[in-house]
Structures are given as C-alpha cells and as structure tokens.
C-alpha cells in the first residue's frame, strides 16, 4: 500500500492568514492526488484533484501543487468557513489511500 | 445533481454482519461510475473500503478482503456494503461516494452513517 503523510498534524491561524500544508506519498503518484476538506460532524469534500485542479465552485483561495512523492496545499488570505480538516490522497494505485489529516484552527 | 444517503443499522452486535445500503439519486448508478465505500474512525482515520461499478465488478482492501462484500442493485438505483464478522475496531462513520471516472477521486459523499459495534 501506499502511506500518505501529512504535516503538520494540527496548524494555528488568523483570519486573512496564508497556510500551508505537506503531503508526502510513500512511492510516486505522478500527479495522481486529491485533497479534500472535512468539517465537524459533515463528510469529506473534494476540493483538488489531479494535485492543483480544483474543484467547480472551490474558491480560488485554494491552491494545490506538487507532484511525484511531494504535495502542498495552500490557502491564502484564510475565511472563517476554511476553518476544518485537510486530507490527501493518492489515486494511482490500489488500495486508495489517504493522509492521517490536517486540523486547521482559529488562532 | 447527483446525491447519495446511506441507511442501516447503527447497532451490530460483535461477531455480527454490518449491512448498509447507498440509494443514489438525481443521477443513475449505471452512468459509468465507481461506487465507494469509506469510513472514518478515531484511531484510523479515513479508510477506504472497496468500491463496484454498474456491471458487478468490484476492488476491495486487501485489509478488509475476507470479510467485505459490495453489491449493487440497478433497478433500485443503490449499492449496498457487508462487513462480516465484526469488532469493535468496526465502529466507524461509514460514507458512500462516488468515485469519479476520470481520476479515482471520490465526490459527492453521503452524509455518513456511525456504526457502533457493541453487545
């Protein structure tokens, strides 16, 4: 299988604050990598696919980069809704796999 | 816009077998699409299950193989998950989605279904 990484576990932030946050692949995934935003009590949402195409309506404060083993996420200038979890995952190989995720919390 | 909602029993009891159904609508289950499975617990995170497609084929976890059957159900427009022997390491949100053709990515999502496994 495929192990997904994801640093930081936890990162702080303001309002209008730029985050970023890594995904690392444990083998080549090419370009093959999704990310996708989760908040409390909802289910994950796609966000970034093919590493830095996004999703129809995601606004384009997100952006996504990367590829082969490593990938970021990035949002500027952070809203009040941005506030939730981030997770990657790779799409090249069986079984699916995803990153243990990223909590991104008002500062 | 296509939508999915799981149902099924929130309680099984260990050794048990897990049964939850995915009614898809406002889209047909046979439009060239995979199926998931997914589900999220504390201690492992989001774990994908397996996934099927209009036609029956299947992909599973190697981890969850033995145990695991997804079926579907075109007249009915829905999928369905059985997880077969059961403990409590089962307990876990459980999500279908669709996984998309053109890139094994996986949207939209039902809103989730917790499984508790316990006596």
């Known amino acids: 299988d495929i192990q997904m990484t994801q640093s930081p576990s936890s990162v702080y932030a303001s309002v209008g604050d730029r985050v970023t946050i890594t995904c690392r692949a444990s083998q080549q995934v090419s370009s093959w990598l999704a990310w996708y935003q989760q908040k409390p009590g909802k289910a994950p949402e796609l966000l970034i696919y093919s590493a830095s195409t996004l999703q129809t309506g995601v606004p384009s404060r997100f952006s996504g980069s990367g590829s082969g083993t490593d990938f970021t996420l990035t949002i500027t200038s952070l809203q009040p809704e941005d506030f939730a979890s981030y997770y990657c995952?790779?799409?090249?190989?069986?079984?699916?796999?995803f990153g243990p995720g990223t909590r991104l919390e008002i500062k | 816009q296509v939508q999915l909602q799981e149902s099924g029993p929130g309680l099984v009891r260990p050794s048990g077998t897990l049964s939850l159904t995915c009614a898809v609508s406002?889209?047909?289950?046979?439009?060239?699409?995979?199926w998931s499975w997914v589900r999220q617990s504390p201690g492992k995170g989001l774990e994908w299950i397996g996934e099927i497609n209009e036609s029956g084929s299947t992909e599973y976890n190697p981890s969850l193989k033995s145990r695991v059957t997804i079926s579907v159900d075109k007249s009915k427009n829905q999928f369905s998950l059985k997880l077969t022997a059961v403990t409590a390491a089962d307990t876990a949100v459980y999500y279908c989605?669709?996984?998309?053709?053109?890139?094994?990515?996986?949207?939209?999502w039902g809103q989730g279904t917790l499984v508790t496994v316990s006596s």
């Open positions: 406002g889209g047909s289950i046979t439009n060239n699409n995979w």
């Open positions: 995952q790779q799409a090249v190989s069986f079984p699916w796999t």
């Open positions: 989605v669709r996984t998309s053709s053109g890139g094994n990515w996986f949207g939209p």
